[in-house]
């Protein structure tokens, strides 16, 4: 198995591709499945995502001009406006008909969580809903969209594995965790994910003092680490003292072997701590993630006997399952 991207069932799909906030008075670039887009804002400020390449003569739209949330493709200055519609052709004069192939045929685009997402096709799921987003004892901190030289399906593997974290976050919060991982029960958490429920001692460094909100060397966490179709993972944290910190780890496919990846944080602190000192020790943990994900060649294998598996990889094995299912995929 070397491509999932083609996959049908994947285009109804929400997709996380980047900040709200990095969107304003220039053209944005990504690629969603091996499709290069383009994102602006129109006049009303409204969202705009569209194919990145003119239907004139296929010049890439994120190179254009953006004025007054109208986009003009810099080889001939076609203009387009709201929902993607051409509203100048210079070379035809202003009273021309627009003929109906000269308009851009736009995907569904949302905001939610600080994040653009986008569903390249007709939508059969939603985002997941993060119940925390509405509640004010809740605040949220998003972090940086980064491009991952690895497959997304790696990533979600990973994101629910934690036998890697004594050997992979040595350097964080993994080093006081024993490697041997107990039977692991999956139960359907909530609405939305599907997971584990699981306690551990973590290695509470000083540079985790300002997440963890304690200065002993571990501190105790009750966790949960779920999934929800196809790509999105969330972790929940809480300490002893009631403090919660909700990690919502979202993946996006580039294409086959590239990602995009982004985490958003909410948490019920008094809300006195520096955000970017918050984020910096899970940034770190997510750093630790990439280095190792970046030497691992190709797609994760959607076989059952692809890879080896044992028990503690119980989640991503299932997790492994309901993808495949989800893309159709047959062995
Ligand atoms: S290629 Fe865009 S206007 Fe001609
Ligand atoms: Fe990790």
Same mark, same amino acid.
């Given at each position: 198995?070397?491509?999932?991207?083609?996959?049908?069932? *994947?285009?109804?799909?929400?997709?996380?591709?980047?900040?709200?906030?990095?969107?304003?008075?220039?053209?944005?670039?990504?690629?969603?499945?091996?499709?290069? +887009?383009?994102?602006? /804002?129109?006049?009303?400020?409204? *969202?705009?995502?569209?194919?990145? /390449?003119?239907?004139?003569?296929?010049?890439?739209?994120?190179?254009?001009?953006?004025?007054?949330?109208?986009?003009?493709?810099?080889?001939?200055?076609?203009?387009?406006?709201?929902?993607?519609?051409?509203?100048?052709?210079?070379?035809?004069?202003?009273?021309?008909?627009?003929?109906?192939?000269?308009?851009?045929?736009?995907?569904? #685009?949302?905001?939610?969580?600080?994040?653009?997402?986008?569903?390249?096709?007709?939508?059969?799921?939603?985002?997941?809903?993060?119940?925390?987003?509405?509640?004010?004892?809740?605040?949220?901190?998003?972090?940086?969209?980064?491009?991952?030289?690895? !497959?997304?399906?790696? +990533?979600?593997?990973?994101?629910?594995? @934690?036998?890697? @974290?004594?050997?992979?976050?040595?350097?964080?919060?993994?080093?006081?965790?024993?490697?041997?991982?107990?039977?692991?029960?999956?139960?359907?958490?909530?609405?939305?994910?599907?997971?584990?429920?699981?306690?551990?001692?973590?290695?509470?460094?000083?540079?985790?003092?300002?997440?963890?909100?304690?200065?002993?060397?571990?501190?105790?966490?009750?966790?949960?680490?779920?999934?929800?179709?196809?790509?999105? #993972?969330?972790?929940?944290?809480?300490?002893?003292?009631?403090?919660?910190?909700?990690? +919502?780890?979202?993946?996006?496919?580039?294409?086959?072997?590239? !990602?995009?990846?982004?985490?958003?944080?909410?948490?019920?602190?008094?809300?006195?701590?520096?955000?970017?000192?918050?984020?910096?020790?899970?940034?770190?943990?997510?750093?630790?993630?990439?280095?190792?994900?970046?030497?691992?060649?190709?797609? *994760?294998? *959607?076989?059952?006997?692809?890879?080896?598996? #044992?028990?503690?990889?119980?989640? !991503?094995?299932?997790?492994? /399952?309901?993808?495949?299912?989800?893309?159709?995929?047959?062995?």
């Amino acid at each position: 198995m070397s491509t999932f991207v083609d996959s049908e069932p *994947l285009q109804g799909c929400w997709y996380p591709v980047a900040r709200a906030d990095e969107v304003h008075d220039k053209p944005h670039a990504v690629r969603l499945l091996g499709e290069d +887009l383009v994102i602006w /804002r129109d006049a009303t400020d409204a *969202l705009v995502v569209a194919p990145d /390449r003119c239907p004139h003569r296929e010049a890439p739209l994120s190179i254009g001009s953006l004025e007054g949330g109208v986009l003009s493709c810099a080889y001939h200055g076609w203009a387009f406006g709201a929902d993607g519609k051409c509203v100048s052709i210079p070379s035809s004069g202003p009273d021309a008909t627009i003929p109906p192939a000269a308009h851009l045929g736009c995907r569904k #685009v949302d905001e939610k969580y600080g994040l653009i997402w986008v569903c390249p096709g007709e939508p059969t799921m939603a985002i997941p809903e993060i119940g925390q987003e509405a509640d004010p004892a809740f605040r949220r901190i998003n972090t940086p969209v980064e491009a991952w030289t690895t !497959s997304t399906p790696r +990533l979600v593997d990973n994101f629910m594995d @934690f036998s890697h @974290f004594p050997w992979v976050h040595t350097g964080t919060f993994g080093g006081a965790q024993d490697p041997y991982v107990p039977k692991i029960d999956l139960e359907q958490l909530d609405d939305e994910f599907f997971g584990y429920r699981y306690e551990v001692e973590a290695s509470n460094p000083d540079e985790a003092v300002a997440v963890s909100g304690s200065e002993e060397d571990t501190v105790h966490r009750v966790m949960t680490t779920g999934f929800s179709l196809p790509f999105v #993972v969330r972790s929940t944290i809480r300490y002893d003292d009631g403090l919660e910190h909700i990690l +919502l780890l979202l993946s996006t496919p580039v294409d086959d072997l590239n !990602s995009l990846f982004t985490f958003v944080v909410w948490r019920n602190d008094d809300h006195s701590t520096d955000p970017d000192e918050i984020i910096a020790f899970d940034r770190a943990i997510g750093a630790e993630d990439k280095a190792m994900l970046e030497q691992v060649p190709g797609t *994760l294998d *959607l076989s059952r006997t692809g890879v080896a598996n #044992v028990q503690s990889d119980k989640p !991503s094995v299932e997790w492994r /399952r309901r993808f495949a299912e989800l893309i159709g995929f047959s062995e």
